[in-house]
């Protein structure tokens, strides 16, 4: 079956006692057993069966199958927000006096995880230029735990070459793991490329008109070891797994993913396209950005929904901002609503002024997240708060 109808059709763990078509919201905690031996059998995983809703709840199971069935994955983890999937994934492969390679080239959060708190644990980050193929060999060493990257940065919109980097870490006995976020797992079909665990924010494109908060941790089985820490180490002893509610809103949302998505992608396309005659506008989906053919090359022909355009001065960037009225002054990533920022002031806002250099954060930078409303007026909105 094609993507779509997976995505609205894959079956329930067990049939549903009145035929409910969407799957129901188990809001409840606990879960009762025909007899003892079944319960022994589902608390030491010998048997699929929820046990504990901080752990297992069918709701959350069928919105992970579904994933799991449109990737193509070994094992599907839901977590409670984006950065609970990426810090219990890193801390599953984590270990004192061994190293994380990563780059600079990261989200705000995630790169505090890897220098700060991880640190404070014995964790060393060595965060190099990644799209510098020599330099990820050089920093992968025997004390090397994974490779850790975003497949499209935010905000600076970089792309590495991820076949290339796999390889070379593959050879010396090394994961990868890539956070997906920018660009839906639906289309990327990272497995291919060779990675071995995909992070994503479910709060963004699946959760679709930022209904909920979410994360997920899709493994493709090539290092069975680190399934197991995840599933059954530090979910169970970290206790971040993703709620019914959260998963029923985004099993909702991932039924209608692509759909959305492709009109936010050519939304996106089609406004960076015009935008770029009167501003400096970056967007992998440009035909002279410098990381264009390698994204096509591994995302196939959209580009995602996220773009940043650069003006004259921090002061320029609060201008724009404060004269929007169509578009929203608001963090989050591919809502139903197009959205804007300042990263340097917000996301960033914590880091110091040499750090924001190393990071390529400028000052001068807006970010949008481009939504589904109609091209034109956000358009028209954009350029009323340029004027």
Known sequence: ??????????????????????????????????????MADAFCNRIKAPDYARVENPTVTNFEDRVRALTGAAHVTAFNSGMAAISNTLLAVAEQQKNIVSSHHLFGNTLALLINTLKRFGVEARLRDLTNLEAVADAIDEQTSAVFLEVVTNPQLEVADLKAIAEIAHKKGVPVIADSTVIPFTETHLKELGIDIEVVSSTKYLSGGGTSLGGLVIDYGTFPEINKRVKYDILFNLGAYMTPQAAYMQTLGLETLDVRYQRQAANALWLAQQLSRVVKVNYIGLEDNAYHALARQQFGATSGAMFTIDLESKEACFHFLNRLKLVHRATNLFDSRTLAIHPASTIFGNFKEEQLKAMDVRQTTIRLSIGLEDKEDILADIKQALA
């Open 1 to 38: 079956m094609k993507k779509q109808t997976i995505a609205i059709n894959n079956p329930f763990v067990r049939p549903d006692a009145y035929g409910a078509l969407a799957v129901p919201v188990y809001n409840n905690v606990a879960f009762e057993f025909d007899d003892a031996a079944v």
